[in-house]
């Protein structure tokens, strides 16, 4: 029985596009419906489906990220609204395309195409170089200013940060954490939230509750129990990456 997941941070479409695959693949298990590029990350490592489904701009990661971070392991089917950013990558066959709104036709196209590749038993090879083709042409704008200051507090004063100070964000049930080289407050804002006012690749997500600028990261270490941790330049503390976010540090 073939298996995939969805991805799409509007419930409206990820639950339109739900319905057509069980009304058009009738045989496909969709294994978890995700709301945002984190949530299909940990999907895909957990499930280890056959087809990820991927909108391509959703909160913690984009489409992108997920596919390139999925490193190959399953064929990826990315959506989006957007219909001036197809490429001539899609031709390759590797991967497909879908246009929002996504029609019952176009997508019993893409289920041929799809059943077609996995009868061979062979993933595309070529899936990688397509990812970073395609992260070189689909420059999407930007559709809110992004922070520059955040102003957290600590007991009852309010301090005010520069996006560029800051070092790490980290969360909890509650707050979280601002911390720079010299200093930290909390906010209330969840880091799901703040993903979406922070410019993209200033900060890394890491770990669920954790995102830290790549630039205060002085060096990222295995401990004894192969565990990956994050040492900063300017910082004591020492954060410690999941297992979903471990590909950014692939090399080690």
Known sequence: MPTAIIADDEDLQRGD????????WPELHILASCEDGGDALEAIVQFQPDIAFLDIR???LSGLDVARASDGKCRVVFTTAYDTHAIEAFKLG?????LK??????????????????SSGVLPKDLIHVMEALNQRLRLPQETETLRWISASSGTTIKLFSIEDILFFESDLR??????????GHIRTSIKEL???????LFWQIHRSIMVNPKAIARARKDEL??????LKNHKEQLKVSQTYAWRFKGM
């Open 175 to 184: 707050y979280t954490r601002v911390v720079s080289a010299e200093d930290e």
């Open 58 to 60: 959703m909160p913690e």
């Open 94 to 98: 590797a991967i497909d395309y879908l």
């Open 17 to 24: 596009l739900q319905r057509m695959l069980q009304l058009l």
């Open 101 to 118: 709104p996504i029609t019952e036709e176009r997508l019993a196209h893409t289920i041929a195409r799809i059943q077609e590749q996995s």
């Open 195 to 201: 993903q979406k006012s922070l410019a993209p690749d």
């Open 226 to 231: 192969g565990n990956i941790l994050v040492e």
